[in-house]
């Protein structure tokens, strides 16, 4: 399997990143799929409405409407897309990107092994609602009788009440990227995490730094295999889509803050035999 997979970003996101990278006159790397030649160049602008680079060349490296991919760096994360070569008015080169753009990330590099090194904390707003003489979750509506009882008490809800509880949960995050998180939960736990379902408002929390992730959607829970028969536990799967661009880089550069913490840790560790 291959260290590397690659995130799709949405449009928004996508025209961001486009005028970061002119804005910053950065550089875009194009090459023809399959051959190992592959040029350099500086982008001086980006027309939004035609989804164009415009790069600081007068260069005619391949014909018109050549199909190439491409790829450039912004703040320590890669980008890649398919574009399409052509001509401005003033003869420069122009890189057509109606395509697809997509983020890199290496497994072994990118993704931080959180545990047991670091403490990091992921906390879930949890939305219940009440109905009549039960508390119903609205993540698998599993009646769970009594369990708000004293809450209730303390509102003097009527049988027919309804009333909107806010729970939070917090667990201890095992590995985590840009694009997601991994968790173990126990058997009763495991009921919040269904399938596809979305969390809004999720706390990244880091000993010194607490960051707001607007959605987390849950992609997989599976059975993970403990040393105790009689413990059941199940690790959850999560994915942060429709990331705005501050959350990204602030999560990116807080991962690669640590993992360069790990490095250096490592390295001393070597000097030091």
């Not at 190439?68 to 122009?94: D, K, P, T």
């Not at 806010?166 to 995490?193: C, I, N, P, W």
Request: hydrophobic residues 35%; proline residues 3%.
């Amino acid at each position: 399997m291959s260290d590397t997979y690659f995130s799709k970003l949405d449009p928004k996101e996508k025209e961001s990143r486009l005028v970061q990278l002119a804005t910053s006159r950065g550089r875009v790397t194009i090459w023809i799929k399959g051959q190992k030649s592959k040029l350099l160049y500086q982008v001086i602008d980006f027309e939004k409405d035609r989804l164009e680079l415009l790069l600081d060349s007068k260069d005619k490296p391949f014909p018109k409407g050549t199909k190439l991919l491409c790829s450039f760096e912004l703040r320590g994360m890669y980008f890649f897309g398919e574009v399409a070569i052509n001509e401005s008015i003033v003869s420069s080169i122009v890189l057509e990107i109606k395509g697809q753009l997509y983020k890199s990330e290496k497994r072994a590099s990118y993704r931080l092994l959180t545990y047991p090194i670091y403490d990091v904390y992921a906390e879930f707003q949890l939305e219940e609602s009440y109905e009549g003489s039960n508390v119903v979750g609205i993540k698998n509506r599993t009646t769970q009788t009594g369990l708000f009882k004293n809450f209730l008490k303390l509102l003097e809800a009527k049988d027919e009440a309804e009333v909107e509880v806010h729970q939070l949960v917090k667990y201890r995050v095992q590995d985590l990227s840009t694009t997601g998180m991994s968790l173990h939960v126990g058997e009763l736990e495991a009921q919040y995490f269904s399938k596809n379902y979305v969390f809004q408002e999720t706390k990244i929390i880091f000993p010194d730094q607490v960051l707001i992730i607007p959605e987390v959607k849950v992609v997989y829970v599976v059975n993970y295999i403990t040393g105790d028969k009689n413990v059941k536990k199940y690790k959850v799967g999560l994915h942060f889509p429709n990331m705005p661009t501050i959350v990204d880089e602030s999560l990116g550069k807080k991962i690669n803050e640590l993992l360069r913490e790990i490095d250096f840790n490592k390295d001393f560790e070597n000097f030091s035999k």
